[in-house]
């Protein structure tokens, strides 16, 4: 009964145990343990009796991001990558559900060069059967040189490698929809974002990834930014929330824009050849 009236923050330290330190995640709501909802409080809480211990609603549910989720090959999958000249690269499959829900089903490392990630991808989604609609990369990597030739960047090495990827957006948009995304939906009663068990880094990073402690300016208030400390699968998820994605647009808009780019890049070659 008193934990029902404690903060989301204060419940999460004293009664999950996580460190005072992760109080200030970036994404708060994320869960990987059963959490109850209250929709008339729009947030987390405790049950008294079977109702919420806020506001006595028993227009409550359970929740939990993590959980146990299959490749679906009738689904659009979309393919997201961090590319790092210094650490492993990063990328991560997530598919798009016909009601617009979004599943992150698989996550992956790799540390060597892009002809290694798409041998590594080739054969995780061919053994998995995901049927990729598009693919995104780090706008800020995306564009820096891959090597000493500075002409190159990891997105040309990337497109050479077989991986064509498209920038992704990167507003701050998506970040905001993630906490959206999070919450329990009215009409399903679950969050419309998931992530399969075979996520373990996501998991971990969503859990510790931070807000940086900025102190305020007396002139005019600055703007809250995360830490880069745990920030790789996070980010892509920002990227994936900036396209607004929708089981109709990655069915069959990616693969139309996909077919207009052919075409440009078809008619710039042979411009050149006249």
């Known amino acids: 009964m008193q934990s029902a009236n404690w903060s989301e923050e204060v419940r999460n330290v004293r009664i999950l145990g996580q460190p005072i330190r992760f109080s200030n995640r970036v994404h708060s709501m994320f ?55 210094r650490k492993p690269h990063m990328f991560a499959w997530w598919q798009v559900s016909p009601q617009d829900d979004l599943v992150q089903v698989m996550e992956g490392e790799c540390e060597g060069d892009p002809t290694q990630v798409a041998e590594m ?59 959206v995304y999070l919450k329990p939906d009215p009409s399903t009663q679950a969050p419309r974002i998931h992530i399969s068990n075979r996520g373990p880094k996501t998991i971990h990073q969503l859990k510790r990834y931070v807000w940086d402690d900025y102190k305020k300016s007396l002139e005019k208030s600055q703007k809250q930014t995360p830490k880069d400390k745990n920030d790789d699968f996070p980010t892509l998820m920002k990227y994936l929330l900036n396209t607004d994605p929708t089981f109709h647009f990655f069915n069959q808009g990616a693969l139309f824009m996909r077919r207009m780019k052919t075409h440009v890049k078809q008619r710039r070659v042979a411009g050149s050849r006249m």
Request: hydrophobic share 30%; net charge negative; proline share 6%.
């Open 31 to 85: 869960t990987d343990q059963d959490t109850w909802w209250c929709f008339p409080c729009g947030n987390t809480t405790g049950l008294v009796n079977d109702k919420c211990g806020k506001c006595g609603s028993s227009t409550v549910t359970m929740f939990n991001h993590v959980g146990e989720f299959e490749v679906n090959p009738n689904w659009p999958t979309v393919w997201l990558l961090d590319p790092h000249p």
């Open 121 to 179: 991808c080739a054969g995780i989604e061919s053994g998995l059967q995901m049927d990729v609609k598009a693919r995104y990369i780090d706008p800020n990597m995306g564009r820096s040189p891959a090597s000493s030739k500075r002409d190159i960047t990891w997105q040309d090495e990337f497109d050479a490698a077989g991986l064509r990827c498209d920038l992704a957006e990167d507003s701050d948009v998506g970040r905001k929809r993630i906490d």
